[in-house]
């Protein structure tokens, strides 16, 4: 099939010509090796991206400013979210455009990683709220630069028969850099600027095999097309009337993840609030329950991917996985007891690794035309994640709400609101042609 591809008279999937084009021109053969060093290089990203988003920034948060670190860690976090919807397209964008000599997604890959890891270093000797907050910013401009050129090989690079495959890992990729980074941090201890170094350094050791082996060829100004403002401006559209199958799949994903983050932002307060947990005998039960999410967003991501590869299909998986996550969110929202909601935990775990294990294959094949901006689709499509991280933490109070006056635990309320969201994704996800 790849010789195939090659040779522009065969009448061949476009999808399946990307990659041969790009073997073609960089002699780079797509092997295990290439696969695990790619894999690895995810992981060390989001090593080094998700252990302060996830921990350690919220610790340095309240050691400068304990009394006010719920209000200042928000604002934090939304100077740093306005960044990374900035920062994906636009960025995604300058990478497609890319004439530098080291290649396209290289010097982004590699430059991303290093500011970015600086900049996490820096927040470890910060000594104001501000200093964080611009520390942060910076850190999220550079490793969703790293992150865009890196989801972009899979498009680029990898065939379509082995993206289920490739894919079904890079949907476990965040679960164990997020366990990865908790374990260093707490090897290390949280006193002082090695929580920050530490997974950084981890991270760049992971990354650099990938990106110092990949081989690209400089392209020139003619076959990248000019940049300017608005190519840039260009880079937050992507006409959905004119790529309808890939619109579905960013509106059927945002929904869902709308419903995922909606579990995620607030399953702390639920344990305090209905199950009657403290703040003091919370974090076990949190642990246990990350653990259960990891081990199952693990095994059937990379089911998912190897069964999607296998039968050649990947739409019905990603809608299986939307109702299941639907099922999930009603589960928890009748939830009373602690196994209850450590069962809601493993099939939330379950569905968001099957879903992740194939939508990204399922997204690399619908694609906009135009392939040479792989970078930029991939881009685009990462906002469906970011706008529901910045959002649910603003709609979840309001669902809350729902109710007797004066209330704000409704939890019933805030979960089955999840479940529809699901829902409305598996819907928008049925509607895509492509199998």
């Known amino acids: 099939m790849i010789a195939a591809a090659i040779d522009p008279s065969n009448d061949v999937d476009e999808a399946d010509s990307v990659p041969a084009r790009h073997m073609r021109l960089t002699g780079q053969i797509i092997g295990t090796g290439f696969m695990v060093r790619y894999v690895l290089a995810l992981v060390g990203v989001y090593i080094a991206v998700l252990t302060p988003a996830s921990v350690t920034l919220a610790i340095r948060v309240g050691q400068i400013n304990p009394d006010g670190k719920a209000a200042s860690l928000a604002f934090v976090a939304s100077f740093g979210a306005a960044a990374a919807l900035v920062a994906n397209p636009l960025l995604g964008s300058l990478s497609d455009h890319s004439t530098l000599r080291w290649g396209q997604r ?18 470890g000797f910060a000594r104001s709220i501000g200093e964080i907050a611009f520390g942060w910013v910076f850190a ?34 965040a679960q164990v850099a997020m366990l990865s980074g908790t374990a260093i941090t707490q ?80 399953k702390t307060y639920f344990l305090i609030d209905r199950l009657g947990y403290s703040t003091a ?37 990603v809608v299986s996985a939307s109702l299941l996550f639907a099922c999930t969110m009603a589960i928890v929202a009748h939830a009373t007891t602690l196994p209850g909601f450590f069962v809601a935990i493993a099939l939330a775990g379950v569905a968001t690794g099957l879903y992740m294990g194939v939508d990204y294959a399922l997204v690399a094949q619908v694609l906009p035309d135009n392939k040479d901006q792989a970078a930029k689709g991939m881009g685009f499509f990462n906002l469906t994640s970011t706008i529901p991280q910045t959002l649910a933490p603003v709609l979840g109070p309001v669902l809350l709400s729902i109710g007797a006056s004066g209330r ?14 699901a829902v409305i994704g598996a819907s928008l996800t049925q509607l895509i042609r492509t199998n």
């Open 106 to 123: 290289r010097p982004f890959i590699i430059g991303g990683v290093l500011l970015g890891v600086l900049a996490v270093i820096g927040i």
């Open 140 to 173: 999220q401009l550079a490793f969703n630069a790293a992150s865009t050129a890196l989801v972009a090989i899979l498009p680029e690079r990898i065939p379509m028969q082995m993206r289920g495959r490739v894919a079904g890992f890079m949907g476990m990729t």
């Open 187 to 266: 090897f290390v201890g949280t006193s002082g600027y090695g929580m920050f170094f530490w997974p950084s350094i981890a991270g760049v050791m992971l990354t650099l095999p990938f990106a110092t082996t990949l081989r690209e060829h400089p392209r020139s100004r003619a076959q990248v097309g000019t940049i300017n403002l608005r190519t840039l401006a260009g880079s937050f559209w992507i006409n959905p009337i004119k790529h309808r199958d890939f619109a579905l799949a960013w509106l059927g994903r945002f929904f869902v993840w709308f419903a995922n983050m909606s579990l995620l932002n607030f």
């Open 281 to 317: 005998t919370v974090a076990p039960v949190l642990t246990t329950a990350m653990l259960i999410m990891a081990v199952s967003i693990t095994c059937s991501s990379i089911f998912g991917g190897w069964i999607s590869d296998r039968t050649g299909r990947r739409k019905i998986y």
């Open 408 to 421: 704000t635990d409704n939890y019933t309320a805030l979960f089955l609101a999840g479940a529809i969201f």
